[in-house]
């Protein structure tokens, strides 16, 4: 299936540059995040547009297909709010017509939602879901989660992580001649590095490295998360004073080679590529963030035995979370949404180690056999 859309804009007042990738359409629906980032490219909001649609099947939903935004531009800039709001402006025609963006890396949807009002609506819909007072219902339910915390955080700060480490802990059972407790290297220390890094310990593994964009910080007795979220938490750098002396302290790029069981990228996409592939030391990759490993990176990996989680399959809770509600396929009850959220993806996961330990398929592979949409609908006019 080839992308059916593809929109490229250019800001008038910076050097800002877009794109708009829409995968599929699905009952004229389709979803997914704005990225912005300098390095932001066409080729990777392609990817990850693709790999959206491929999230949306692992869902295991009916109402939607994917798509994706990227803006190249530095988020944390004073003026990225206005460059995003001039992007949503030029893309206004496809969101009113059933392209539903979201948030991403270096983007909030709370920003997205002040812009929508400003052109008077809450959401993107197509007409017909406008039309459903059943929307109308599960809209302002799912806003009314977005209230509510986890563990003392807000739902939607943990929710995609904590299926990752769902995920992770059930592909760990799979594996063969292993100790009940992982040795856990996380690289990411935003909402969802973090996010994993405390449920997996709530499932009794160990977090032994994690890293951000500036240091690797990793300790064989384990780390204190919680220590390096509040460090973390509003600050764009650890201040490693108050970290123990017992921490190692090293580049960043070093969090790969580091020595555990299992490796979870979590922020950045093409973090793992050919030229470090061949130092990962993990028996699982466990992708927390999209598109994390390259493709030549991920035939190195598939040499060295090394068994995979994808990312569309380890990381869609959030996306699940939004299309369950939303469509009234699961009751909005906190309980009632982190326990089938937590199934879903011990079930994706069981499926594809499954596959990996008794059949030999690496799982990006039978991934893509299992999960490929097959859905390619026009939208709504």
């Known amino acids: 299936?080839?992308?059916?859309?593809?929109?490229?804009?250019?800001?008038?007042?910076?050097?800002?540059?877009?794109?708009?990738?829409?995968?599929?359409?699905?009952?004229g629906y389709t979803g997914g995040g704005i990225r912005m980032h300098p390095c932001v490219t066409l080729r990777e909001v392609e990817r990850l547009a693709k790999t959206m649609a491929y999230k949306y099947k692992a869902c295991e939903s009916q109402y939607?297909?994917?798509?994706?935004?990227?803006?190249?531009?530095?988020?944390?800039?004073?003026?990225?709010?206005?460059?995003?709001?001039?992007?949503?402006?030029?893309?206004?025609?496809?969101?009113?017509?059933?392209?539903?963006?979201?948030?991403?890396?270096?983007?909030?949807?709370?920003?997205?939602?002040?812009?929508?009002?400003?052109?008077?609506?809450?959401?993107?819909l197509t007409k017909s879901m406008a039309a459903d007072p059943r929307i109308e219902k599960n809209m302002q339910a799912y806003n009314k989660m977005l209230d509510l915390t986890v563990d003392g955080r807000p739902i939607n700060d943990v929710i995609a992580g904590y299926g990752v480490a769902c995920a992770a802990d059930e592909a760990w059972s799979y594996l063969p001649d292993t100790e009940e407790s992982a040795a856990v290297v996380?690289?990411?220390?935003?909402?969802?590095?973090?996010?994993?890094?405390?449920?997996?310990?709530?499932?009794?593994?160990?977090?032994?490295?994690?890293?951000?964009?500036?240091?690797?910080?990793?300790?064989?007795?384990?780390?204190?998360?919680?220590?390096?979220?509040?460090?973390?938490?509003?600050?764009?750098?650890?201040?490693?004073?108050?970290?123990?002396?017992?921490?190692?302290?090293?580049?960043?790029?070093?969090w790969v080679e580091q020595e555990c069981d299992i490796l979870i990228p979590a922020a950045l996409d093409n973090v793992i590529h050919k030229g470090n592939a061949e130092r990962v030391r993990a028996k699982l990759l466990?992708?927390?963030?999209?598109?994390?490993?390259?493709?030549?990176?991920?035939?190195?990996?598939?040499?060295?035995?090394?068994?995979?989680?994808?990312?569309?399959?380890?990381?869609?809770?959030?996306?699940w979370f939004y299309d369950a509600v939303f469509f009234g396929v699961v009751e909005p009850e906190l309980n009632t949404v982190l326990r089938e959220g937590e199934a879903l993806c011990r079930r994706n996961a069981g499926k594809l180690m499954k596959a990996a330990v008794e059949e030999g398929i690496y799982a990006r592979e039978s991934a893509m056999k299992l999960f490929e949409p097959d859905i390619q609908d026009m939208p709504e006019i």
Not at 104 to 109: A, E, M
Not at 201 to 219: I, N, P, T
Not at 302 to 318: H, M, P, Q, V
Request: charged share 25%.
């Open 186 to 254: 996380i690289q990411g220390m935003g909402r969802v590095g973090s996010a994993i890094a405390k449920k997996i310990q709530q499932f009794g593994h160990k977090v032994v490295g994690m890293a951000d964009s500036k240091v690797c910080v990793y300790c064989k007795d384990g780390l204190d998360t919680e220590l390096l979220y509040e460090l973390k938490r509003g600050h764009r750098e650890l201040d490693l004073t108050k970290l123990p002396e017992t921490y190692q302290i090293m580049p960043t790029e070093q």
């Open 1 to 27: 299936m080839k992308p059916y859309l593809t929109v490229e804009w250019n800001d008038t007042e910076t050097n800002a540059k877009g794109w708009m990738v829409v995968h599929n359409f699905v009952k």
């Open 286 to 319: 466990v992708e927390g963030a999209n598109i994390p490993v390259s493709p030549e990176a991920d035939k190195i990996l598939k040499n060295k035995g090394i068994y995979l989680i994808c990312d569309f399959t380890a990381n869609l809770s959030e996306a």
């Open 64 to 124: 939607c297909g994917g798509c994706k935004g990227g803006i190249a531009y530095d988020s944390k800039a004073p003026d990225a709010r206005a460059v995003l709001r001039r992007y949503l402006i030029a893309m206004m025609p496809y969101i009113k017509a059933g392209v539903s963006l979201g948030g991403d890396l270096g983007t909030k949807y709370g920003d997205m939602l002040e812009v929508f009002r400003e052109f008077g609506f809450e959401m993107p």
